[in-house]
């Protein structure tokens, strides 16, 4: 390498190093700042799809607060304490089609589950309200379930059971 080649090449190394540090410095003192909206970029998001909220109210369910029942059955306060009354009533006796509100008259959750326990293999195959939280209700159909007669239990405290019989 000649001496003219060394120095166009350190020339060109410098003039690298001074648009560095140029642009560094420019492009740093334009940070972009939060509430400016005036960009010539800037675009308004399109409004969300309308069906989004739509379809999620039509997904939910029969509300327990206001089906008109059949028949009630109640979780008694204190239910959660072995010994204690828990469904009433103990054997409750409907219509097939009857729909069945399930209040939860205890502080703690608690559910009405088809079956003898959790090693039952029919546990919840017939009906299930799943975790009803306390001092609210749940629903149970019976629409489809066979005429016959079924245990219940809560799965929570499998020692609450009951019996509901399908007409
Ligand atoms: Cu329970």
Redesign the pocket.
């Known amino acids: 390498m000649g001496l003219n080649e060394k120095i166009i090449f350190l020339g060109i190394l410098g003039i690298g190093a001074i648009v560095g540090v140029i642009s560094f410095t420019l492009f740093s003192d334009l940070p972009p700042t939060p509430g400016n909206t005036k960009s010539i970029y800037r675009q308004d998001l399109p409004p969300p799809p309308p069906t989004a909220q739509a379809s999620s109210s039509t997904e939910s369910k029969v509300d327990p607060a206001t089906v008109k029942a059949d028949a009630t059955l109640t979780i008694l306060e204190g239910?959660?304490t072995q010994g204690n009354p828990d469904y009433d009533p103990k054997e409750l006796s409907v219509k097939k089609g009857n729909i069945i509100k399930v209040e939860n008259a205890d502080s703690?959750p608690?559910?009405v589950t088809n079956g003898e326990g959790a090693n039952d293999p029919n546990s919840a195959k017939i009906f299930d309200t799943s975790l009803i939280m306390g001092g609210e209700a749940g629903i149970l159909q019976t629409e489809e379930i066979d005429a016959g007669e079924y245990t219940y239990y809560?799965t929570?405290?499998p020692y609450?059971t009951g019996s509901l019989k399908v007409e």
């Open positions: 239910a959660a703690l608690h559910t809560c929570v405290h609450m």
